[in-house]
């Protein structure tokens, strides 16, 4: 109890105390185009007109390009919408500039072929104002309406949407006519329903399409149907027709009624999110810290070490099999473990062994231990951040209602967090070595008359723990900064999922980490990160003093001396 209480106190002090450009993927550049309506040499003389003359003779040329139907079309007006179309200082050659280094490098506008790198003075950007990227909108979507690319339909619909242009709606209804993917189905209804809301004459069409945008669940929309809405500076309502404005008003009531249902989903999956990660960070000092009491504030290091190990592995999978880049996590889980539970087992058997039963200078040795390893990171690496990317499978997002979006990365992470967390239920109560570890946790003076070698069980146990906190620090590099700080950041949420879960019980860390991260989570937009933090400390220290042993009570050491 009073390892306890001095913990808390100190959790409680270290609290308080260029041109823009758009880059063209490379599956993007080499993709042929869909189709060829009309001959290179009309079309590259339209990209011409686009670049040239008074802003009118390009609104003419967008239409131009838009009526062309030709898919080749489609990355010189995205090009153009985005700032990276240019033309060529040395002979006016319209080009696509994507960003290298200093300078751009140079495609072709329409074949998209690599032409050269150049800085940035040779060239010169086509000038675009806000009147024609509401026309090129509107021209990208009609262009994409009846793509074979699902994906780019769906796209198309929503430029169509955001550009709210009567000039679409033809197509539109042409392209809804045909299309039988219920999702892109969906946004194009929503797209029509915005036209006939702004330019609809009729009280019973724009009635319907209010209806039609009251079963959508999306902020943009929110925007559009809260603007029937408004009033002028005397306080008289801007749209005329009552029909209108009650419709729009059920229909805000419905639309805002399903964003709170998704923001409260989204806060709970966020909250599972930062659980996850406080779990793997919390896991190695839930074993060691109660098998062994050692309160090790080095465990953090043992965290930046998995990260750092990742990022070598990455560098090594860089130089000599770029190809098979997403199979370096494979690879960095195991290195991660290994190197991270070397130096654990080193740290118990050349520090921690000589100081058992003295709290306060385990905790100065292993903070001090902690400093040296940062300094050597930053001797070996530098102080700066370091590049772990995503694999593949890792980057993305899942889209959902309400413009909200689950990233992949935290979506592996939970699910490598569960798989930890079992194998260390398996390993803790289905093997020798956990049976042993038990024995240790409950009475070490017995299980060492019966014949187990307690100081090597300890040596073990510290490596497990450590080796753990590397696993947590491949995960940690997928989302996080690596620096040589990264540890730093976890150590103090780590001991209060462990002391609030109950010291040593892995069912306490687990229940623990997902309960304080998914409070923190609905905290946070009110109180912001610190103070939510802070409120979350006290509200333990609270819990503690009415269940010293936290959550899961566990017999043995850690929580009797």
Known sequence: MRKVRFLLVLMAVLMVGGPLAVEVSPAAADEAPATAAIDIDALRSMVDDLVAGSFGDKMTAVRDLADSGDDRAIP??????????????TDGRVVIGER?????LLRDALTLEELEVVPTTAVNRVAINNRLRGMVRTALGSLTLMSPNTERRRQAAHAVFRARSADAEPLLQEALAIETEPSVRRRMERALAAIHLV???????????????????????????????????DGNPVEADDAVRAAAADALASIDGRLALWGFAVNVFQGVSLGSVLLLAAFGLAITFGVMGV??????????????????????????????FDYSLAVALPAAFLVAGAFGIAIERGIIRFLYGRP??????????????QQLVRTVFGSSNVEVGNPSWMSGAVEIAGGFALTYNRIWIIVFS????????????????????????????????????????????FGLGSGVAGLAGVALSQIDNVSPNLGQGYIIDSFMVVVFGGVGNLWGTFVGAF?????????????????????????IILFIQKRPRGLFALRGRAVEN
């Open 76 to 89: 010189v007006l995205e090009a153009f919408l985005n700032g990276a179309l240019y033309t060529r200082a």
């Open 515 to 539: 309960t304080l991260g998914i409070v923190n989570k609905f905290i946070e937009p009110y109180a912001g990160a610190v103070l939510a933090k802070i409120l979350v400390l006290v509200a």
């Open 360 to 373: 306060l200078e385990t905790l100065l040795a292993t903070w001090g231990l902690s400093l040296i390893l």
């Open 100 to 104: 290298r280094g200093r300078g751009l």
């Open 295 to 324: 309160i090790n504030m080095a465990h953090g290091e043992m965290v930046m070490l998995g990260a750092y190990t990742t990022f070598l592995v990455q560098q090594a999978f860089r130089m000599w099999a770029p190809d098979a």
């Open 199 to 233: 330019h609809g004459t009729e009280t019973e069409q724009r009635v319907a399409a209010l209806e039609v945008l009251g079963r959508v669940s999306d902020r943009e929309v929110r925007t559009l149907v809260a603007s029937v809405l408004i009033q002028d500076s």
């Open 418 to 461: 569960l798989m930890v967390f079992a194998m260390l239920l398996v390993v803790m109560r289905h093997t020798g070595f956990g049976l042993r570890m038990r024995a240790v946790t409950q009475n070490r003076q017995m299980a060492a008359s019966m014949g187990i070698r307690t100081g090597r069980i300890d040596a073990l146990t």
